[in-house]
């Protein structure tokens, strides 16, 4: 099945700097890469996905990149504000009949103001 | 909110007791998953459904078992239940097994004693 590891595991960022969390999966028929964030105490929910038909894709701050065959993935927060403390989480998966979403570990983002 | 519904929101209950977990899917998704977060571990996922019928399992002890009835809803059951079974159980719906996003619940926080 997929396997999905993520770094780092944890990451503190000064407010406005980057923060950059990378994954890389095993399977090479995984095709969708979705990101999700978890603020404390709360449901993890999507912040940005890809699709292996594209290698980048940006939504403000937040912009994701994929390298298919070197099997990883990155996302990448520009500008980082307090707010974006979380843990978030890289997901791969094949969007077919078996699809299920295999979660890296998570990467604890801390934003020092 | 994100239109997934899980109950209870908290549970308590002693070693080698049985518990069941239920979950509500958004209106008009036909695709449940069950996820369980331990302090340790990530998000480990457990078990798919699609319209009924079970589409994908993952890491899924024997002693645990879900189904998805007629209505959609979903129940994850957990028995003979151990220390090491505390966690954090989500569950996540989508449209169907072939779109990326999957919203996820509150999810269950179960506490074994």
């Known amino acids: 099945g997929e396997n999905v590891e993520q770094h780092p595991s944890t990451l503190s960022v000064q407010e406005g700097d980057s923060a950059v969390i990378k994954c890389t999966y095993s399977?090479?028929?995984?095709?969708?890469f979705p990101w999700y964030k978890q603020e404390l105490g709360k449901r993890p929910q999507l912040i940005i996905d890809?699709?292996?038909?594209?290698g980048e894709k940006k939504d403000q701050r937040i912009a994701v990149t994929l390298n298919k065959t070197a099997k990883h993935f990155s996302l990448h927060i520009t500008e980082t504000q307090p707010e974006d403390s979380a843990v978030y989480f890289c997901?791969?998966?094949?969007?077919?009949?078996?699809?299920?979403?295999?979660f890296g570990a998570g990467t604890t983002v801390t934003v020092r103001a | 909110d994100s239109g997934v519904t899980q109950t209870p929101k908290h549970l308590i209950t002693a070693t080698g007791q049985r518990v069941t977990l239920r979950c509500s899917p958004r209106?008009?998704?036909?695709?449940v998953y069950w996820y369980q977060q331990s302090l340790d571990q990530g998000l480990q996922f457990l078990i798919q459904?699609?319209?009924?019928?079970?589409?994908a399992k993952g890491n899924i002890l024997e002693r645990f078992s879900a189904q998805q009835f007629p209505d959609l809803h979903s129940e994850l059951n957990l028995s003979s239940l151990e220390l090491g079974d505390s966690a954090l159980y989500f569950c996540?719906?989508?449209?169907?097994?072939?779109?990326?996003?999957?919203?996820f619940g509150q999810g269950t926080r179960l506490t074994v004693v």
């Open positions: 996540a719906s989508s449209v169907d097994s072939s779109l990326g996003e999957a919203f």
């Open positions: 399977d090479s028929a995984s095709n969708y």
């Open positions: 890809i699709r292996s038909n594209v």
């Open positions: 997901a791969a998966s094949r969007i077919v009949n078996d699809y299920k979403l295999s």
């Open positions: 209106s008009g998704d036909l695709s």
């Open positions: 459904y699609y319209n009924g019928e079970e589409r």
